[in-house]
Each structure stands twice: as C-alpha cells, then as structure tokens.
C-alpha cells in the first residue's frame, strides 16, 4: 500500500522557520517526482514544490528563495524547509507522489502550519 506521511507542522510567528517531513512507503520511492502542495481556506490546492528522482528541483513564485525541497533515496523521505514565513503561508501542508502514466498522483493527509502575525 502506497503511504505518505507529513509530519513537522504547527504554529510559528512569521519571520520564523519550520521544516516539513515526509516517510513514504509501498512504492519505488526514486522512480517518483515527488512534490509538496498546500491548500489555504477557500482556496484551491497548489503546488509549492517538486522535486524530481534525479534532484531537480521547481518552486512556486511565491516560496521561490524563502523554501527548499530535498529528498533523501535511502530514507525514502522528502522534506521542506520553509524559512521567512508569512501569514500568507498559512495552509494545510501535503506530501504529493506525483503521477505518471495512467498513475494518478498521490497525496498524504497533510500537516497545518499556521503563521501568526
């Protein structure tokens, strides 16, 4: 079974730093882009971050210099490290395995991060 688990989130002042984890499980971890997405109240899930099997790295305009993705092949984990929040950040976080083929992507059930001002 195909498993994604965020952890890491919680509530920081904005200026501050916070770092999201996330283990996976029941699938070749490095054939996969992996990304995280994150979804405010009354808006649509978007995608932050993705990272692809051989390291290559896109961010959305709005993180781009302030989060970075990384992942680790033999822990079969990916992180984000979020530096300089704004309450603007403020979303529910998810762990993506990003589709490929007739593969639908794949998410976790997320972690909150709430900025405060």
């Known amino acids: 079974q195909v498993e994604l688990a965020e952890s890491g989130g919680g509530l920081v002042q904005a200026g501050g730093s916070l770092t999201l984890s996330c283990a996976t499980s029941?699938?070749?971890?490095?054939?996969?882009?992996m990304g995280w997405y994150r979804q405010a109240p009354g808006k649509t899930r978007e995608l932050v971050a993705s990272?692809?099997?051989?390291?290559?790295?896109m961010y959305a305009g709005s993180v781009k210099g302030r989060f970075t993705i990384s992942r680790d092949n033999g822990k079969k984990t990916v992180s984000l490290q979020m530096n300089s929040l704004k309450v603007d950040d403020t979303a529910v976080y998810y762990c993506?395995?990003?589709?490929?083929?007739?593969?639908?992507?794949?998410w976790g059930k997320g972690t909150l991060v709430t900025v405060s001002s």
């Open positions: 993506g395995r990003e589709g490929g083929g007739v593969t639908p992507t794949v």
């Open positions: 029941g699938f070749t971890f490095d054939y996969y882009t």
């Open positions: 990272i692809s099997p051989g390291g290559t790295t």
